[in-house]
């Protein structure tokens, strides 16, 4: 390439926009596409992105239109970072526009609802690209701490390991360190699920339950997300790394995460159109585990907290009556 790789982030959210920053200061030019003209024209004269992260300056090589054509010109890589729900009706009007050899990046941490397809599934299906083609970043990423530089891992996974040392090579900073992996399935569910667990612990949190709780349900919560993966043909040593193990602990451990603030009005006892009412970003567990609730299901995979989540986020279940019947199941031996 003669000129800087360029990157086109489609989603002006938190974690768009920080990645965006992320690819700028490794030295991309990078466009931000967002749906709002106001949002685009406050990236492009205040370098700010007053909504999803204020008082944090972009960089200059970060810029922002309402035009996907624009974002797309010439693009190495398409960050796609919309909700993902969202992904599939987007993505259908953006891939006619799509370069004919851009590396396409799924930031999202979610299962589609209906179809059970991780984000990478419905990125080739719907821009019509090979696996070799879609890449996943994924890790222990709060968007506001990597935004203000503080230091982070991640993992850049791809089919193809040559083109996740492309995408790595062009996000490396002094402060976020990418590393490769070519299982995209296990990386994938390590992101999908542990939204699903920040939301029980957050759950369990805002009851006041403790600090022994907590550890409890990451561990068996990270249990339940391996015996997915297993089933699914993950490697099992992915849920131990920075897409598994570090996920989980960030998301369940920090007022950052949305779906463990999300959990936690939960369990305080407000109601989910309450708690919908008073989170301003996209909670994407909340959704998502019904999807991954689906997902065990066609594989014929027991995931208790995944199933006690959706009793309480959509059936209604009170927190009280599902934490009875979790710490009820019947005794059974650990690794099992």
């Not at 938190?14 to 200061?25: E, M, R, Y």
């Not at 370098?47 to 992260?53: A, I």
């Not at 204020?54 to 796609?80: M, S």
């Not at 990451?218 to 997300?225: F, K, N, P, V």
Request: glycine share 10%; charged share 20%.
């Amino acid at each position: 390439m003669t000129h800087p790789a360029r990157a086109a982030v489609f989603g002006t959210g938190s974690w768009g926009t920080a990645f965006g920053t992320v690819l700028a200061d490794a030295g991309c030019e990078v466009t931000l596409w967002g749906r709002r003209a106001e949002l685009a024209e406050a990236v492009n004269t205040t370098r700010t992105n007053p909504d999803y992260l204020p008082g944090i300056e972009l960089p200059e090589g970060v810029r922002a239109t309402t035009d996907p054509a624009e974002a797309l010109d010439g693009a190495d890589f398409t960050v796609l970072a919309v909700p993902s729900q969202t992904l599939r009706a987007n993505l259908a009007a953006w891939a006619p526009l799509l370069p004919p050899d851009t590396l396409l990046v799924s930031l999202m941490k979610g299962v589609e609802l209906g179809t059970a397809k991780r984000m990478s599934e419905v990125i080739e299906e719907v821009a019509g690209v090979p696996a070799e083609r879609v890449a996943v970043v994924t890790g222990p990423n709060l968007a506001r701490e990597i935004a203000q530089r503080r230091p982070a891992a991640a993992v850049v996974a791809c089919r193809d390991e040559s083109a996740a040392q492309r995408l790595q090579s062009h996000c490396h900073t002094p402060y976020f360190r990418p590393y490769t992996n070519t299982d995209v399935v296990g990386c994938e569910l390590g992101g999908a699920v542990k939204n699903v667990i920040g939301l029980a612990v957050g759950i369990a949190d805002g009851m006041g339950l403790g600090d022994n709780a907590k550890g409890s349900l990451i561990t068996r919560g990270l249990a339940e997300t391996t015996r997915l993966g297993l089933a699914m043909g993950a490697d099992p040593l992915t849920f131990s790394g920075l897409a598994g193990l570090g996920d989980l602990v960030a998301t369940c451990s920090s007022p950052l995460s949305r779906n463990h603030t999300f959990g936690t009005n939960l369990g305080k006892g407000m109601t989910l159109q309450e708690t919908i009412a008073v989170t301003r970003q996209t909670a994407e567990g909340v959704k998502s585990c019904e999807s991954v609730l689906d997902l065990a299901r066609r594989h014929g995979v027991d995931m208790p907290i995944t199933e006690t989540v959706v009793g309480i986020v959509h059936d209604g279940k009170p927190p009280a009556v599902a934490l009875k019947e979790l710490m009820g199941r019947s005794a059974k031996p650990e690794r099992r």
